[in-house]
Nanobody, 124 residues
């Protein structure tokens, strides 16, 4: 079993920054791609960003492109989401996810493990 634990969420003013972390533990696979998703109240879970096992490939939702950066440190089994120029519409619970593939994906059903989520609230 793989455990994913997110941290770094909180309350921030519009225009501010936050960095989310997601630490993987347990029986982590030899190689796995990671992703970040978010879910706002009353809305479906949506893709935010993804990164391949090597970190050489990344992909972002149009709504966060240029403002968010995903990265990973495989030695620490940790993936990060640096969020800048935050907007009130970025308010949501943010989830990290892992999949048993080296290549990235933007589809929730293609991920095998999920964290419990961390709340990000952006005030106007």
């Amino acid at each position: 079993q793989v455990q994913l634990v997110e941290s770094g969420g909180g309350l921030v003013q519009a225009g501010g920054s936050l960095r989310l972390s997601c630490a993987a533990s347990g029986r982590t696979p030899n190689s796995y791609a990671m992703g970040w998703f978010r879910q706002a109240p009353g809305k479906e879970r949506e893709f935010v960003a993804a990164i391949s096992w090597s970190g050489g490939s990344t992909y972002y939702a149009d709504s966060v492109k240029g403002r968010f950066t995903i990265s990973r440190d495989n030695a620490k089994n940790t993936v990060y989401l640096q969020m800048s120029s935050l907007k009130p519409e970025d308010t949501a619970v943010y989830y990290c996810a892992a999949r048993y593939r080296v290549v990235l994906s933007t589809t929730p059903k293609e991920f095998n493990y999920w964290g419990q989520g961390t709340q990000v609230t952006v005030s106007s």
